[in-house]
């Protein structure tokens, strides 16, 4: 497996999923808030991992530049055809990854990744990455599903028979201790480490660190 399979995957699966409903709508709306509330007007933001550019549509708009990425070429497809209907001047979306962006000379005051930590192949590298991308005291806002801290039987039965049937992606296993520890090893200081769920256990938290 690859970032290629990995890309190939999503490509895949990017019509069935920009049909897919929110799991928690009241949660989502929470992190969006949250997010737009640390987010000065003239910031330059960076979203990383942006599907279907669902978040980057309704946040782009608080701020002087966006730039949402996805590894997905079918994904970033559906994500412009959402901009043209609904368009955001500030904001463009790109097939990217942190890795191919770390090339380019541009650095930005934040950087987002919604639902994307846990699907990265190499998670410490991927927090080195995004710590390059950053300005100096540049924040790094994230919303990760922690495998580690589910159901056992999510991450010993159910996610890898699916993965086996192509029927779900990579997925890094680690709690939301062992991503605050990864952060700091990186050159984050953890600010804040949010539930933001509203049904349920929540194993997705939101957390929101800066750069040292």
């Not at 999503?10 to 640390?38: C, K, M, N, Q, V």
């Not at 995004?130 to 999510?154: E, W, Y």
């Amino acid at each position: 497996m690859s970032l290629a399979s990995d890309a190939a995957f999503w490509d895949r699966t990017a019509r069935r999923y920009a049909r897919s409903p929110i799991a928690d709508p009241a949660g989502f709306e929470h992190t969006l808030e949250r997010t737009r509330a640390l987010l000065e007007p003239d910031a330059s933001v960076l979203e990383l991992g942006c599907g279907t550019g669902t978040a980057a549509l309704r946040i782009a708009g608080h701020v002087r530049q966006y730039v949402a990425t996805d590894l997905s070429a079918g994904m970033i497809a559906i994500a412009n055809e959402r901009h043209a209907a609904a368009p955001v001047p500030a904001l463009v979306f790109r097939t990217a990854t942190a890795e191919a962006l770390m090339q380019e000379a541009a650095r930005f005051d934040v950087v987002l990744g919604f639902d994307y930590l846990h699907l990265v192949r190499d998670l410490p590298g991927t927090l080195r990455c995004i710590h390059a991308l950053l300005g100096a005291q540049g924040l790094f806002i994230s919303r990760t599903p922690c495998v580690r801290d589910m159901n056992p039987l999510v991450r010993l039965a159910l996610l890898p028979a699916m993965r086996a049937i192509g029927k779900a992606p990579h997925a890094g296993v680690f709690g939301a201790q062992d991503l605050s520890r990864h952060m700091d090893a990186a050159g984050f200081d953890v600010l804040a480490i949010e539930s933001h769920a509203t049904k349920g256990k929540d194993d997705c938290p939101c957390i929101v660190a800066r750069k040292r």
